[in-house]
């Protein structure tokens, strides 16, 4: 059946940024197809949220900064395994840019800025990588009187699935827009992130239920 958002309702864009689009420094294949699905989303939602990787330049995640390693190498770090990725979203960058003309951002009540302590990454809106430390996400929905988050963006398994499950773990409601997302699929990564989401409750629909 159709869903009409309603007031306990929030749209979570994440991570719709220059360096995840064709072209950028860390490509999602075929992410800017997302950009219409996303915008037209926004605007059916009264509540909107979104989220900004913004990486200082020496970030632990970046395979440049550990001499020898290449991007997609796994590492183990401090706070458990980490893909190390290319040199991406660097605070105040171009690629750190929301997408060019993405009118979504003027609907936003509320960014999340995320992965910018040098020593942990953070993939999800709601818990750095550390499973720790708070972005304050979850309350900002609470206070808001948020029950359902709708996610959409880049990429479908990394950041998009983190915050699907960090939301559930926070006692919301969770619905990935499928065809709002767009996967980096790194070694069966998104068979893995869909095989954890759909054991923690996480629904999936597309964006033509949403009404």
Known sequence: MPITPAEIDCLVIVDLQVDFLPGGRLAVADGDAVIAPAEALAGRFANVVMT??????????????????????????????????????????????????????????????????????????????????????????????????????????????????????AGFAAVVVEDACRAIDTNNSLAAAWAEMEKAGVSRMNSAAIG
């Open 52 to 169: 900004q990787d913004w990486h200082p330049a020496d970030h632990i995640s970046f395979a440049s900064q550990h001499p020898g390693k290449a991007p997609f190498e796994m590492l183990a770090l401090d706070y458990g395994p980490q893909v190390l990725w290319p040199d991406h979203c660097v605070i105040g960058s171009e690629g750190a840019a929301f997408a060019p003309g993405l009118k979504a951002v003027e609907r936003a009540q509320l960014v999340i800025r995320k992965g910018f302590r040098r020593g942990v990454d953070s993939y999800s809106g709601f818990r750095e990588a550390d499973r720790q430390t708070p972005t304050g996400l979850a309350g900002y929905l609470r206070e808001r009187g948020i029950e359902r988050v709708f996610l959409c963006g880049l990429a479908t398994d990394f950041c998009v699935a983190w915050t699907a499950l960090d939301a559930r773990a």
